[in-house]
Nanobody, 122 residues
Framework: QVQLVESGGGLVEAGGSLRLTCLASGSIRSIYAVGWSRQAPGKQRELVARIREGGRTNYADSAKDRFTISRDNANNTVYLQMNSLKPEDTAVYYC????????????????WGQGTQVTVSS
């Protein structure tokens, strides 16, 4: 099977930076797109950034000019560099892989990680 593991979360002061890592493991042939979403307490999960296999990216308005998503296809790893963090960025950040093709199954599948907590203090 395929697993996604996020890392890099933590506590940071406002204005600081963090880099989140999403590592996909398993019998992976390819991944169409990988996204980072976040969910703050009492709020709905929202997409923060997404990157497609060819490198095309899109960002939520709240992330533009502060966050950068990148991927290392050879190692099935996606990064989210977060700069100029604000208290409102506090949330659990989740990685999700869309359109995963595997050597084990024929259809494409989507997967989610367990999330990593990001806390920004004011």
């Amino acid at each position: 099977q395929v697993q996604l593991v996020e890392s890099g979360g933590g506590l940071v002061e406002a204005g600081g930076s963090l880099r989140l890592t999403c590592l996909a493991s398993g019998s992976i042939r390819s991944i169409y797109a990988v996204g980072w979403s976040r969910q703050a307490p009492g709020k709905q999960r929202e997409l923060v950034a997404r990157i497609r296999e060819g490198g095309r990216t899109n960002y939520a308005d709240s992330a533009k000019d502060r966050f950068t998503i990148s991927r290392d296809n050879a190692n099935n790893t996606v990064y989210l560099q977060m700069n100029s963090l604000k208290p409102e960025d506090t949330a659990v950040y989740y990685c999700n892989a869309e359109g995963v093709r595997s050597w084990v199954f024929n259809e494409t599948r989507d997967y989610w990680g367990q999330g990593t907590q990001v806390t920004v203090s004011s």
